[in-house]
């Protein structure tokens, strides 16, 4: 059985029980994100995907603005090139 301690991806909080923690699924090159539950997302895990822990509700939103970032600046990015 693995016993690596897991962490959250977001605040780095140690895994202690299983209380609502939630998993960030993304996939270089494919434009999204999805976030569900750990107990819905059992093993084994689909390769190509990075899969990220997180706590809980406060840190699922903090990736996800993390996320809408990175689209914010890719859409800025795309909107500026199209100007010149
Ligand atoms: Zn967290």
Same mark, same amino acid.
């Given at each position: 059985?693995?016993?690596?301690?897991?962490?959250?991806?977001?605040?780095?909080?140690?895994?202690?029980?299983?209380?609502h923690?939630?998993?960030?699924?993304?996939? @270089? +090159? =494919?434009?999204?994100?999805?976030?569900?539950?750990?107990?819905? #997302?059992?093993?084994?895990?689909? @390769? +190509? =995907?990075?899969?990220?822990?997180?706590?809980?509700?406060?840190? #699922?939103?903090?990736?996800?603005?993390?996320?809408l970032?990175?689209?914010?600046?890719?859409?800025?990015?795309?909107?500026?090139?199209?100007?010149?």
């Amino acid at each position: 059985m693995d016993v690596t301690t897991q962490t959250c991806d977001v605040c780095g909080r140690e895994k202690r029980e299983v209380n609502h923690w939630l998993l960030a699924i993304v996939k @270089p +090159g =494919f434009e999204g994100i999805l976030i569900q539950p750990v107990e819905a #997302a059992q093993p084994p895990r689909a @390769p +190509g =995907f990075i899969y990220e822990d997180l706590c809980g509700q406060a840190c #699922a939103h903090t990736r996800l603005s993390r996320y809408l970032d990175e689209l914010n600046l890719l859409f800025t990015a795309t909107q500026e090139s199209e100007k010149q």
